[in-house]
Nanobody
């Protein structure tokens, strides 16, 4: 079993930066691919970014390319999402997820965190 806990959300002005963290419990964090998803009010959950189990490959939604960076630190059982140049459209609850392979499809992930809210003001 794997448990994930997100943190780092909050209120930030447009153009600002924020870093989200995801702490994983378990003995085999290094064997799991990690992904970030988000869900805005009244919208479907959407893919944001993913990183392979090895950390060698990363994937991003077109809407966040060049602004967001996903990373992982297996020694600390942590995954991160660095968000720069934030826009009001980035306002959403952000979820961390883990699975056997990185994917943009939410159904490929086995474990999910509770989410952390990000609000970007104009």
């Amino acid at each position: 079993q794997v448990q994930l806990v997100e943190s780092g959300g909050g209120l930030v002005q447009a153009g600002g930066s924020l870093r989200l963290s995801c702490e994983a419990s378990g003995r085999t964090f290094g064997s799991y691919a990690m992904g970030w998803f988000r869900q805005a009010p009244g919208k479907e959950r959407e893919f944001v970014a993913a990183i392979s189990w090895s950390g060698d490959d990363t994937y991003y939604a077109d809407s966040v390319k060049g602004r967001f960076t996903i990373s992982r630190d297996d020694a600390k059982s942590m995954a991160y999402l660095q968000m720069n140049s934030l826009k009001p459209a980035d306002t959403a609850v952000y979820y961390c997820a883990s699975g056997t392979h990185s994917s943009s499809w939410s159904g490929q992930y086995d474990y999910w965190g509770q989410g952390t809210r990000v609000t970007v003001s104009s």
